[in-house]
């Protein structure tokens, strides 16, 4: 291995073997079956990528991807079923917070237990312990058991040690956001020392704002399989696709709409997005909402947008008896249900007119993100006017989730988009 690579997986292949019954396990293990009485799961499947020193990696992938399967076999948490890793560079790995602690000692004495299993020696653990437990800031809770502790004050303590010893080569696996957000703030401000130091660092994170904004270059997983290594734009891109399971596609142009019958064969609009299975639905359904897409600057249809591009809210309905002036909407809620912007089509200025019994229209209303990087809920409606009487036709409460990804967040629900001058 050339001296100026930290980290090289080669040909990684891990397997599980998956019994249905535990009695086949035992068999197995005492060499009394003649044939496997097992399945083979492959949770990583030749995997070969490397980490250069001084680079910063982020590893992507859908739930069930491998992600931490390779980061454990990294760490040597895990042996891998075939292949190999080789390491130069002293490791912190971030996998599972607190996983070294021992319940019955104190916050002290499990900080010289995890940097003692990290490989450190007393005398360095003393040299950083003042930096750990200012970075902990759990005031005197460091000389109670951690079995008193909050899950907060538990992980802040597990962050403190693994982020404080100076290693040379840092393994995240999904903890940097942990505890409150003040205490969010200070581990992003020491991710960002380890990068301006020059450290070697490789993470995984679902988190794409965090993907872009540090890493320079990111790896995409998607079932066992290594899909892509590239700049992070592309392989987000190439996420956006896994997880409505289009990774073949070309784009949302490519996405035939089935005709009113549902005679053809090929998959709807709403097919490629992650849907929420229990959503609210109500209405006469006088007019029908058939059909509904996010789609991305690209062309992608899929449930994720980039922050600050143009993006189009699709819905497609279809009249079941003659309707005037149907009125088409959407609606963007936060994980709590409170509404935070949406339109539709009366308010933009639209008369819908006359649809007769089978008429379908696609309404489309195209815009820019200025919402902040997080996750949001989003509701359809299609309504109408008898004479004063409002009806609702169709309504889809919190049918579909969309991330917004960012790497510059501002206070509250939405950018201002503000630019700066000092004179």
């Not at 399967?69 to 912190?92: C, F, H, M, N, Q």
């Not at 299993?117 to 005031?139: H, N, P, V, W």
């Not at 709590?336 to 209303?365: A, C, H, S």
Request: one cysteine or more; charged letters at 30%; glycine letters at 8%.
């Amino acid at each position: 291995m050339s001296n100026d690579i930290a980290i090289r997986v080669d040909d990684v292949t891990k397997i599980y073997k998956l019994y249905e019954r535990n009695r086949d396990r035992l068999r197995d293990s005492l060499g009394l079956t003649r044939k496997p009485r097992y399945k083979e799961h492959y949770a990583l499947h030749n995997i070969s990528f490397d980490v250069h020193k001084g680079e910063c990696i982020g590893i992507i992938g859908t739930n069930g991807a491998g992600k931490s399967t390779i980061l454990k076999i990294i760490t040597g948490v895990l042996a891998p079923s075939s292949g190999k890793v080789e390491i130069d560079g002293r490791i912190s790995a971030l996998l599972e917070l607190g996983a070294g602690f021992n319940m019955e000692y104190t916050g002290i004495e499990n900080v010289y237990l995890n940097g003692t299993m990290i490989g450190f020696t007393k005398e360095e653990i003393d040299a950083k312990l003042d930096s750990i437990l200012e970075f902990a800031d759990i005031g005197d809770f460091v000389n109670q058991p951690v079995k008193t502790y909050s899950s907060g004050m538990f992980v802040r303590l597990a962050f403190a040690v693994a982020i404080n010893i100076d290693p040379e080569i840092l393994i995240v696996d999904e903890a940097l956001s942990v505890g409150d957000v003040f205490f969010q703030a200070k581990c992003f401000k020491k991710f960002e020392e380890f990068k301006e130091n020059g450290k070697t660092i490789l993470f995984v994170s679902h988190d794409l704002g965090s993907i872009r904004k540090y890493c320079d270059r990111a790896i995409l997983l998607d079932k066992g399989r290594m899909i892509g290594d590239d700049e992070p734009p592309k392989i987000i891109d190439l996420y956006k696709k896994a997880l409505v399971g289009q990774l073949d596609d070309e784009g949302s142009d490519n996405i035939p709409v089935k005709n009113a019958d549902n005679s053809a064969s090929e998959h709807t609009w709403k097919e490629s997005l992650v849907a929420n299975p229990s959503l609210e639905e109500y209405g006469d359904k006088e007019i029908e909402i058939i059909d509904y897409a996010i789609i991305d600057e690209s062309g992608n249809c899929g449930n994720t947008i980039s922050k600050g591009e143009l993006f189009e809210i699709k819905i497609k309905i279809r009249a079941n008896e003659m309707i005037q002036s149907p009125i088409v909407a959407f609606t963007i809620k936060d994980l709590k249900g409170t509404d935070i912007t949406g339109t539709n089509t009366t308010y933009e200025g639209i008369d819908m007119g006359v649809l007769n019994p089978g008429d379908e229209r696609t309404v489309t209303f195209r815009q820019q993100m200025n919402l902040q990087g997080r996750q949001y809920l989003v509701s359809f409606g299609c309504t109408r006017f008898n004479g004063n009487e409002f009806k609702v036709c169709h309504r889809l409460y919190d049918a579909i989730n969309i991330e917004v990804i960012s790497d510059k967040n501002t206070e509250g629900f939405y950018d201002m988009n503000s630019k700066v001058t000092i004179e």
